[in-house]
């Protein structure tokens, strides 16, 4: 009998009944897998794929960028995990089905191998330094191919005894010796009914599968099924109490790309992150608990995840508080990230104390946040501002000025401060809530007609903010007005969920623009 085949002797009935069990939830979880992407038209290994940063990632990331190089791919893996699963499963040519499971796994572990600095933005579970779930298995099945398990409980086992007893009456042919009653002269090659129970020992365990899985099947049609009434009896019977349904555009519905624009020598997406909504500025109006409510969504795992998110789907930018640079930092970090900051510098109102601690953060550009700008000509300190920017410029960086107020630009150009770009809001203010002549939360660009017209004027380029007056203007409207009337950039707060739309409507917004009021400065 050759070393592969013989079955292990010395271990004890318990030790070969785990090992056979260990060696069943392993092609369980494989199985299942494949099943699970099979029942999937959408599944596509990309996302994963895309994810990948160590040494192999070159090759992972052309697989992504050629579907056909992608769909031969993704059925490899379905149709893999299936087998492996069916070969771990009943114990057939088990050591090949470890083995293939083996690397299958490393392929997994190689594409997004959790090492410091090499964090995926895809959800997991847990948390994981070095060692995985992957490696967990990976290990598991090369404990399993040195006990071929096949031999104690599987179609292996049935294999052999069949392989044993044709070799031995091929022998008492050749020799031309009687029959030998194989059950009293050689019990080892007997095909016994414990011999056939035992090849088929993982069967209940199969159906219990099959069970299981046909359950989850009819609870996730029903599930579909009930919602789908749910839906459409909310159509028919909608009140105001009603829960209210949402469709948000995912990764796979991503449509085109965005174009890019320059300011100074950093290259910026037309479109890019602001990050009150990050921060917690949610400018709700009188809504006062919605800056706690988004602040507490905006956990540092979420954030990542949006940066991410955003990254893949081509924004390169963010603009933010200096507050936030902790956050930024560790994305870089941890998550390999490569999302530029922008920086208000709106740090204790002070512009030049935000600017130190916006370089030293590694900001990629900054400039004199709206504010701190507005009171700054307001109290005729516009000395302040152009220091501000000397500072920066002196740090080799892109300097800008912030203004909410119309009459700041105005000011700064009399005094003839000139910025490298300018940070100015826009939006219509036909929105019901918009009241300019009462003093609260509610309107940021009270004359967008002036502005306009004084910002087509001038030749820096122009980073139009408040697009959407904090939430009351829809995406489409903000962002098509923003474009046309002059603005090379705008800085939109997006929740995760908006950011593949909003994408999407720029990019074809930007590609249908026939005419602006003022060419394009950037």
Not at 279 to 298: F, N, Q
Request: positive net charge.
């Amino acid at each position: 009998m050759s070393r592969k085949n013989r079955m292990p002797t010395d271990l004890s009935t318990v030790q070969k009944a785990f090992l056979v069990l260990l060696r069943t939830v392993i092609g369980w979880h494989f199985l299942y897998e494949g099943i699970v992407k099979v029942m999937d038209p959408k599944w596509s290994s990309a996302s994963y794929l895309s994810e990948s940063k160590w040494i192999f990632s070159g090759l992972f990331h052309w697989m992504v960028s050629h579907p056909a190089v992608l769909k031969v791919v993704d059925l490899a893996n379905i149709w893999g995990l299936i087998f492996i699963g069916l070969g771990l499963f009943f114990g057939f040519l088990t050591q090949i089905a470890c083995f293939s499971g083996i690397l299958l796994l490393l392929l997994y572990y190689i594409a997004i191998p959790p090492l410091v600095g090499l964090g995926a933005g895809l959800f997991t579970e847990g948390n994981y330094l070095v060692v995985d779930k992957n490696l967990v298995e990976m290990l598991a099945l090369c404990v399993l191919m040195l006990f071929p398990t096949g031999h104690i409980a599987g179609l292996d086992r049935m294999v052999f005894f069949i392989r044993a007893h044709r070799t031995r009456n091929a022998k008492e042919k050749k020799t031309k010796s009687k029959p030998v009653d194989a059950s009293i002269s050689d019990p080892s090659v007997s095909m016994r009914r414990r011999e056939i129970l035992s090849s088929l020992a993982t069967m209940p365990i199969f159906g219990a599968f099959a069970f299981a899985v046909l359950k989850k099947k009819a609870w996730d049609s029903w599930e579909e099924r009930h919602l789908a009434a749910a839906v459409r009896e909310e159509t028919q019977t909608m009140t105001g109490a009603t829960i209210k349904t949402f469709q948000f555009a995912s990764l796979k519905d991503l449509k085109g790309k965005l174009p890019y624009g320059k300011i100074g020598n950093l290259k910026i997406t037309r479109l890019f992150l602001g990050g009150n909504l990050i921060g917690g500025w949610a400018h709700a109006r009188d809504l006062i608990y919605v800056s706690k409510l988004i602040k507490a969504y905006h956990n540092d795992r979420k954030v990542f995840d949006t940066f991410r998110l955003a990254e893949r789907c081509g924004i390169n930018t963010i603009l933010t508080n200096p507050q936030l640079a902790r956050v930024i930092n560790e994305y870089w970090r941890k998550e390999a990230g490569t999302i530029q900051f922008i920086s208000d510098c709106g740090y204790k109102g002070d512009a030049i104390t935000g600017a130190k601690v916006s370089i030293d953060a590694g900001a990629h550009a900054c400039y004199i946040q709206g504010e701190i700008s507005d009171r700054l000509v307001r109290e005729n300190k516009l000395d302040t501002l152009q220091q501000a920017l000397d500072f920066i410029r002196q740090n080799k960086l892109p300097a800008g000025i912030g203004a909410h107020r119309l009459e700041t630009v105005q000011a700064c150009v009399r005094r003839r401060i000139e910025p490298d770009f300018w940070v100015k809001t826009l939006h219509r203010t036909n929105y019901w809530s918009a009241a300019p002549k009462i003093e609260k939360d509610n309107i940021w660009c009270t004359n967008p007609e002036e502005t306009i017209a004084f910002m087509g004027r001038l030749k820096q380029p122009w980073i139009a903010f408040k697009v959407l007056a904090a939430g009351a203007i829809e995406p489409k409207e903000g962002f098509k007005f923003a474009f046309e009337n002059g603005a090379d950039f705008i800085c939109v707060g997006m929740y995760d969920f908006q950011i593949v739309e909003d994408v999407n409507f720029t990019s074809d917004i930007l590609s249908k623009i026939d005419t602006r009021n003022r060419p394009w400065f950037a």
